[in-house]
Structure formats: C-alpha cells, structure tokens
C-alpha cells in the first residue's frame, strides 16, 4: 500500500475516528484503526465494539487534490502512536506499508510503525440498503440534543439508556425516558416504510459531534441488530438495544388544570439559580409557586447555606392560577436548555401529575418531568 494525503484533512479523519476507539478494549485488534487505500478514496474504519466509525477521504475535495493513491492496501495502526504521531507532522504524508509495517514520511520527518493485520479487523455490518430512512441532517442532530439527555444512566434497565426511534412515511419521532423525566420530538423524514429500534444514547452523543456542523441529507439503515447514519463521507454503526421499548404515549396528559407561558431564556436563567442551592436534596429541589395571574415564584433552599427566591412574568395563564410544587431543578434546567422558542408552556395537572413542557409555537416537541417530594 501506498498513497501520498494532505496533512490537514488526514489529521482530521485520524482525529475523529480515534475518538471511539477505546483503550481499554480487551480485543488487541480493535486498539488500533484500520487504513485501506482504493484507486479512488482512502478508507479509515474505528470501532469499540458497540460504535463504528467509517471516514473516507477522496481524491479530491472543494477543487482541491487532497489524496494521490499509487498502489491499493490496508493496514491496523495503534491509535496510541499513529494519532500523536499524526498531530506533530506538518506537512503532507507519504504512508507506504510492507510487511505490516507502516513507513510514515512528512517533510524531514521519517517514522517506521509496526502495524497489525487487517484480515483480523472485524467486517463491517451488512445493513440492508432498500429502506432508507432520510432526514435533514441539522434537524436530527436538533432531533439528538433535544432528546438524548433524557435517557437514563442507569443499566439496570438497559432499554432506557437508549434513543427509541420509530417512523413511518414522512414522519420520524425519537423518545428518550429514565422513567422520572421523558422527551420526544418529531420531524419529517423520507422513509419507505415503517420501523422502529432502539439506540444506546453514548452512540447518539458521538454522532451528534460528528454531524454537529455538516449539513446535507443524512440517511439511516436499520437492520435486527445495527443501525448506521450515512451523511458524505461519514457512516457511523451502531449496535441497538434489544427488547420491546415501553409505550409512553398514554403517559402524556391529554388535559391540564393548570397551563402558563413563560419567556424561555428568562425562566431557564431562574431555575439555573435556583440550581445553586438545590444540590443539597436527593432530587435538587426548586420550588415553584403562582398565587395570581401574573408571577411565578422559583425558589430553593439549603439548610446550612441559605436560601433564593425570585419571580417570573407569566405572559399567559389558562385555567386554575393556583399552584405549589416541588420539581427536579436539574432535570427542569436540562429541558429549558434546548428549547427552540421565545416562549415555553407549563402545563400542569396536579401535585403529582406530570409537568408538560413545551414550546409555545409548535407541538413537534414535548418533555415531562415528574414533581418531587418536599422532604
């Protein structure tokens, strides 16, 4: 093997992929990343068993040669070198292999790095192509941050550390619960079909950096056991979680006794505040309070430290203003923070009701979160 690659976009790409190769593996193989040279493209493969990463470089991009292959090959490198070793280099570089053993060349810079071999990487999953589901890549990644933080943390329920996605025609919703705290947004999709599965939320989080700032149709492929999201010159697969995801639908009120819009920024800005002396109890208590059409009181309390209180303009009240409850301050702040409007709704059905929580101008997007106890 053999090729000669821009420094700057093989940085990127080495980068990247390395990210989701795990130190810790108990697979030598699987410690390093995987190189294959085509006539047309280089292939970069990284993979931790549960995610794989696939990055490919061209020939050329944006009018500019970036990639000369003179003789087709592959190779495993060790991320523990090759990635530091990669960073350091300036210049284009020159990679030749012989024998497993990788001759790395930039500018002066001569470097010899014994490599692995490749027949021993696991295959890449074989997903079929036929039902595409496809989306706008900007609004699944929305799709992502609005959703993925709600899952839970804890693996004594395996299903819910997880995304549940499931669509069908031109609808996509994503579902994301711990069993205290749920969100769900939907979007337009192109699918042919119908589905559903359900994907760990670590391989979420690492799909999200990688398609954070690209743009472009992103297309996903769902089979029994893997899922993969294509998007250019990235694919990333995904092991899903197995069983039946519970249906949460019948856990969202269909009426309110209680329902006040608030200025977004300003309310999240308060429950942020009242963070700071809420860590003390189990459920980062805040309190919050309406007496009359016009406040809302958030407040919260230490018991060695002190305590604070201040009051929101309500802009809109519907139906009983009287209200007095307890609220994961953590999990309220989380909800606040990827709210895509001006104005949120809080809708409320009792002491022990699930709080709703949405944005004023639209429905594709909805969170609940349960009510604490005082004490």
């Excluded at 995610?51 to 040669?65: A, F, N, Y």
């Excluded at 024998?99 to 999953?125: C, E, F, Q, W």
């Excluded at 359900?198 to 893997?226: C, M, R």
């Excluded at 006794?257 to 009242?274: C, N, P, Q």
Aim: contains cysteine; aromatic residues 6%; hydrophobic residues 35%.
């Amino acid at each position: 093997m053999e090729f000669v690659v821009d420094h700057e976009r093989f940085h990127r790409v080495i980068t990247q992929v390395s990210s989701v190769v795990s130190s810790r593996t108990t697979i030598p193989i699987l410690s390093g990343i995987k190189i294959k040279a085509e006539e047309d493209r280089l292939i970069v493969v990284g993979s931790n068993s549960e995610v794989v990463l696939v990055k490919e470089i061209p020939l050329h991009s944006e009018g500019k040669k970036v990639l000369e292959v003179k003789q087709r090959g592959e190779i495993v490198l060790g991320t523990r070198y090759l990635s530091p070793l990669v960073k350091k280099l300036s210049e284009d570089i020159s990679f030749s292999v012989q024998h497993h053993v990788a001759h790395i060349r930039s500018g002066d810079v001569k470097t010899r790095l014994s490599g692995m071999n490749p027949d021993d990487y696991p295959n890449l999953p074989e997903l079929r192509q036929e039902q595409a589901v496809t989306v706008d890549g900007k609004a699944f990644n929305e799709m992502l941050q609005q959703t993925v933080f709600a899952a839970s943390t804890n693996q004594s329920r395996p299903l819910l550390t997880g995304v549940h996605f499931s669509y069908s025609n031109d609808h996509l919703k994503a579902v994301a619960t711990n069993s205290h705290r749920l969100s769900m947004r939907h979007t337009e999709t192109n699918a042919g079909g119908e589905g559903n599965c359900t994907v760990p939320a670590s391989s979420l989080v690492t799909l999200s950096k990688l398609i954070n700032k690209q743009s472009g149709e992103l297309s996903l492929y769902i089979d029994e056991h893997f899922i993969s999201f294509s998007q250019g010159s990235t694919t990333l697969y995904s092991r899903l979680l197995e069983g039946t995801y519970p249906n949460v639908s019948s856990l969202i009120p269909n009426e309110s006794k209680l329902t006040i819009s608030l200025d977004t920024k300003k309310l999240y800005e308060a429950v942020d505040r009242a963070c700071l002396f809420a860590s003390d109890w189990r459920h980062n208590n805040i309190r919050m309070r309406l007496k009359d059409d016009s406040e809302l009181s958030i407040s919260s309390r230490t018991d060695e430290m002190g305590d604070i209180s201040e009051k929101q303009v309500v802009t809109k009240v519907s139906g009983d203003a009287e209200l007095d409850l307890y609220v994961d301050g953590q999990f309220l702040k989380e909800a606040l923070a990827f709210m895509d409007d001006e104005e949120t709704l809080l809708s409320f059905g009792g002491a022990m009701r699930p709080i709703v929580i949405k944005p004023k101008s639209h429905s594709s997007y909805i969170q609940l979160i349960s009510p604490v106890r005082s004490y």
